[in-house]
């Protein structure tokens, strides 16, 4: 008996052994949580992968491309992405809906192709009518494509979607570094072929997402229920009403990027190249915690319970850093340091419990709608979290940081209760 291969129906020999190796490989990479354990995971989890690729070369190169490649003023390119954003909030219920009805994978697959189209569009771009215009049009489709994604994940993650997207999440904190690493190779060139090629990039990575995403098995749409209404998520006060804390919430995620930078340089003795440093601790605790926090939400409840964990932590960790506006140098650093983790405690926390309740307190038939609401407080926060952090954690200095420190505990603290109220709804009200 040959134990070493095995004949293939085309005649064709494999090693017995090779499988074997590969099998366990894989068996060792799910076990350990590296590797989803079902391939419509793993091909959905490889297109938000190539995606964020994309979006990191974005995010890292656009706003040279614009000021140094076209030539357009600061101000104008400012506005635009500014606007933009605002403007591709309004896509993600229509589309949620349109995912709900026709199911999310093909939804997600067109609003990819959108995007890329609209990006490589911006190598034409000359005048700033025409930014605005490719520019709206890629927001609307990053909008409409969040709003699908929703839905194709909790399907996907089933029946634990609140994991399957924590390491979805950390799977793209890693894709997004990468990307931003590839486009400081072109911001050192400083040429206009390498914007160009990051442009192009960036669509090629879109397309490369919607190409992985045909592997993604389609997911048929649930029926809504009879004499229903057709928009059930914008009636629905206690899920408007947890829209509106996580967009409060989420403003923690301009600390590290844009308040903690300013202070570190401008009010404190730490060392300066730890504005970098902070933002590699945070990700490293990210993709190595994401997944195992998620572990302990399970519910609604348990995920009101771990938002009220993530205000008492996000108000030590704005303490923490009140506290090094006073201090000496290597002391600074060292308070810095601590609040750096206690902030990144304070986000794994929140996101774990908001990624369980974005879809826990969704109906089934209306997971794409829901999803589309959801972005709105997020997309919000990442308006005006720049502006609110500069004029309370900057303009007020150390009672600023407490200030804000209170905000979060206390929006931290009223998630449970939107829970309570969501749940008595659904049991004493009609079906939503």
């Not at 399907?155 to 979805?168: H, K």
């Not at 190779?185 to 879109?206: E, M, N, S």
């Not at 206690?238 to 340089?265: C, E, H, K, R």
């Not at 304070?346 to 826990?360: M, R, V």
Request: glycine letters at 12%; hydrophobic letters at 50%; aromatic letters at 8%.
């Amino acid at each position: 008996m040959d134990t070493t291969s095995q004949r293939q129906p085309d005649g064709r020999t494999e090693p017995a052994a090779g499988k074997d190796a590969e099998r366990g490989l894989s068996a060792r990479l799910v076990a350990r949580g590296l590797l989803p354990e079902t391939s419509a995971k793993r091909a959905f989890a490889a297109a938000t992968f190539v995606n964020q690729i994309g979006k990191g070369l974005f995010i890292a190169g656009a706003a040279l491309f614009f000021t140094r490649s076209v030539g357009l003023p600061v101000a104008q390119v400012g506005f635009a992405l500014g606007a933009a954003a605002l403007i591709g909030l309004a896509a993600g219920v229509p589309v949620g809906y349109l995912a709900d009805r026709y199911g999310p994978r093909e939804v997600f697959r067109v609003t990819l192709f959108v995007q890329a189209l609209a990006v490589a569009g911006l190598v034409f771009v000359r005048s700033f009518p025409s930014l605005i215009a490719c520019l709206c049009v890629a927001e609307l489709a990053v909008s409409a494509g969040t709003a699908a994604r929703g839905p194709l994940t909790r399907a996907l993650g089933a029946p634990n979607p609140t994991r399957y997207r924590s390491y979805l999440r950390a799977l793209n904190n890693i894709a997004v570094g990468a990307g931003a690493l590839a486009a400081g190779v072109v911001v050192q060139l400083d040429t206009r072929t390498a914007y160009v090629c990051l442009i192009l990039g960036t669509a090629a990575a879109f397309l490369l997402s919607a190409a992985a995403s045909s592997l993604v098995p389609s997911v048929p749409p649930v029926d809504a229920p009879a004499g229903g209404s057709r928009w059930p998520a914008l009636k629905d006060k206690p899920y408007v009403a947890l829209t509106v804390l996580d967009g409060i919430m989420s403003i923690q995620n301009q600390v590290l990027i844009f308040a903690l930078p300013l202070w570190i340089i401008g009010h404190t003795e730490a060392p300066r190249w730890f504005v970098g440093a902070s933002v590699a601790v945070n990700t490293a605790i990210v993709v190595c915690l994401q997944v195992r926090v998620s572990r302990g939400v399970r519910d609604n409840a348990s995920a009101g319970r771990t938002a009220r964990r993530a205000g008492a932590a996000l108000l030590l960790a704005s303490g923490l850093i009140a506290l090094a506006g006073g201090a000496p140098g290597w002391v600074a650093l060292i308070v810095v340091v601590l609040g750096v983790v206690a902030l990144t405690v304070g986000e794994l926390w929140y996101t774990a419990a908001s990624f369980e309740l974005s879809f826990g307190l969704a109906p089934e038939h209306a997971q794409g709608q829901y999803s589309g609401l959801f972005a709105i407080g997020q997309g919000l926060s990442n308006a005006i979290g720049p502006p609110v952090l500069g004029l309370v954690c900057i303009g007020w200095g150390e009672p600023g940081w407490f200030a804000m420190g209170a905000v979060f505990l206390v929006a931290g603290q009223a998630v449970p209760l939107v829970v309570r109220w969501s749940d008595r709804t659904r049991a004493h009200g009609p079906a939503v």
